[in-house]
């Protein structure tokens, strides 16, 4: 599965952004969904998640109220809607997909293949 992130950009804080994560040819459908961040000098860090077709929705406590995960089955497209952004959400974005439920939907063993990210500034 090759995932392609999009829409990352600088932006005020207070501000909003929503990045994409595409998935040409494949049916992102039939896994789980996650975004991730990864701020500089820092570990990536589970930001929201998505369970098989929407199902369930996860979220950090850290963005829980301002980003919102989405996903639209007809275009292969993960969404992440970013509102109230602050400073501290400044970092590389990636999603992923996977189906090891066994770990948690903000825990990156869940997933498997990884987009190559996509910058994020907030000032």
């Known amino acids: 599965v090759q995932l392609v992130e999009s829409g990352g950009a600088s932006v005020q804080a207070g501000g909003s952004l929503k990045v994409s994560c595409a998935a040409p040819g494949w049916v992102l459908s039939a896994y789980c969904m996650g975004w991730f961040r990864q701020a500089p000098g820092k570990s990536r860090e589970g930001v929201a998640g998505?369970?098989?077709?929407?199902?369930?929705?996860y979220y950090a406590d850290s963005v829980k109220g301002r980003f919102t995960i989405s996903q639209v089955n007809s275009k292969n497209t993960v969404y992440l809607q970013m509102d109230s952004l602050k400073p501290e959400d400044t970092a590389v974005y990636y999603c992923?997909?996977?189906?090891?439920?066994?770990?948690?939907?903000?825990?990156?063993?869940?997933?498997?293949?990884w987009g190559q990210g996509t910058q994020v500034t907030v000032s």
């Open positions: 998505i369970r098989f077709q929407s199902t369930r929705l």
């Open positions: 992923a997909a996977g189906a090891r439920t066994m770990y948690s939907a903000l825990d990156r063993r869940r997933y498997i293949y």
